[in-house]
């Protein structure tokens, strides 16, 4: 590890703590050259998938995106941030479980509306509607259906 005073490669550890929640370590670090002291910060680095998109391009997963869309879908509607939250990291989760490299953006759509349903009904036909671009009202009279 580089100090970030003068750039000297050799430093070493003088205290090490693990965060209350067992995700984060916390090392402080003197330099040998400045003797001068900092602390850096050690978590796993968790990747999730790529999304394919529609026409053929791929982008980074933004769960933030995702907030946004769910959000839109479940605007005045009586779900807690704590919901969406849990929602999120379900979807997630699910991603991570895969195990693969990229996943197709219908994927994504497909576990976002299960968690909708889950959560809000009139959410999940809101995201659907658009999701699923409807041509006409009998595939939408399905959807309801379905519910």
Known sequence: ???????????????????????????????????????????????????????????????????????????????????????IERIQDKLLASGAREVPSSRVGELVMRELKRIDKVAYVRFASVYREFEDVDAFRQLIREI
């Open 1 to 87: 590890m580089r100090c970030p005073f003068c750039a000297h490669s050799e430093t070493s550890v003088v205290e090490t703590r693990e965060s209350d929640e067992g995700d984060v370590i916390r090392r402080r670090r003197r330099c040998a050259h400045c003797d001068k002291r900092f602390t850096t910060y050690e978590r796993s680095e968790i990747t999730l998938p790529a999304v394919v998109k529609k026409d053929g391009s791929r982008v980074e997963f933004q769960a933030g995106k995702l907030r946004a869309s769910m959000l839109l879908a479940l605007r005045k509607r009586p779900v807690s941030t704590e919901q969406v939250d849990a929602a």
